[in-house]
């Protein structure tokens, strides 16, 4: 993935027919751009290539805001080299010209990360140059990015409705488990409650058993005690 420098050279050329038209300013800070621009001086490319935009007709303004795209994008200044990019477009009707500025737009937004701008960018400049192998290389690595995408997404997706699946049958388990240990509280209390209802009642039954035994006993008492009574009188009547 690269930019197309194409028009930079072209420029330069176009440049030296300009003389005779008296823009003699004009090709100089071109060929000065041009010169920075193949050192990788940007920054002093980017100042001679803003001077001759300034300098041009309006019929080379396009070819002068495509190379201060390109010296922009040299220097990381992504947003603004597509600004210049787009000011070339408006600026030309040339089909080689747009190719090559929608190639490089192109090249600038998938640099981005913004990868469906990038492939229209690069539809747009196979529509002007067909024949251009790089830049169909570079929207088939796209499109062949954006489908390993597109089924991963859909792998993601199955995953998680079977992780909801199984975090579903984890907390219904939990659930059943905590209902389950519920239930056997709920046993051993009544098993408990059961057990004490027992004991009471065998301690009622119990005191019932006492207070009837006394009061056998006491019966028995008052009956032997009234026997013995009856049983002194007799002796007291006989005299032995």
């Known amino acids: 993935m690269k930019l197309n420098r194409y028009i930079i050279l072209f420029f330069a050329m176009a440049c030296v027919s300009s003389v ?3 823009q003699k300013e004009i090709r100089q800070q071109i060929i000065k751009g041009n010169k920075a621009y193949n050192d990788s001086i940007f920054r002093d ?3 001679a290539y803003r001077k001759a935009i300034d300098a041009s007709p309006k019929e080379q303004k396009a070819i002068a805001h495509y190379n201060l795209g390109n010296t922009l994008y040299a220097q990381s200044k992504k947003d603004e ?3 210049e990019y787009e000011k070339a477009e408006k600026a ?4 080689n010209e747009l190719a090559s500025i929608y190639h490089n737009m192109g090249v600038v937004h998938q640099d981005k990360k913004e990868f469906d701008k990038a492939i229209e960018s690069y539809k747009k400049s196979l529509m002007k140059n067909p024949k251009d192998d790089e830049t169909r290389y570079n929207l088939a690595m796209l499109l062949k990015n954006q489908e390993n995408q597109q089924q991963q997404d859909k792998e993601d997706k199955k995953d998680d409705k079977k992780e909801d699946k199984k975090d579903d049958k984890k907390d219904q388990n ?9 239930d056997d509280k709920d046993k ?3 098993k408990q409650d059961q057990q004490q209802q027992q004991q009471e009642m ?3 039954a119990a005191e019932q058993l006492l207070q009837s035994v006394l009061q ?3 019966k028995t008492q008052e009956k032997v005690q009234k026997q013995q009574a009856l049983r002194g009188d007799k002796k007291r009547e006989k005299q032995w």
Not at 92 to 95: A, M, P, R
């Open 81 to 83: 080299a597509l600004k």
């Open 45 to 47: 490319a980017e100042i």
């Open 20 to 22: 005779a038209y008296g």
């Open 216 to 218: 056998d006993e006491k």
């Open 174 to 182: 939990k659930d059943q488990n905590k209902d389950q240990k519920k």
């Open 92 to 95: 030309t009707s040339d089909n």
């Open 202 to 204: 065998s301690k009622d």
């Open 188 to 190: 051993k209390e009544d």
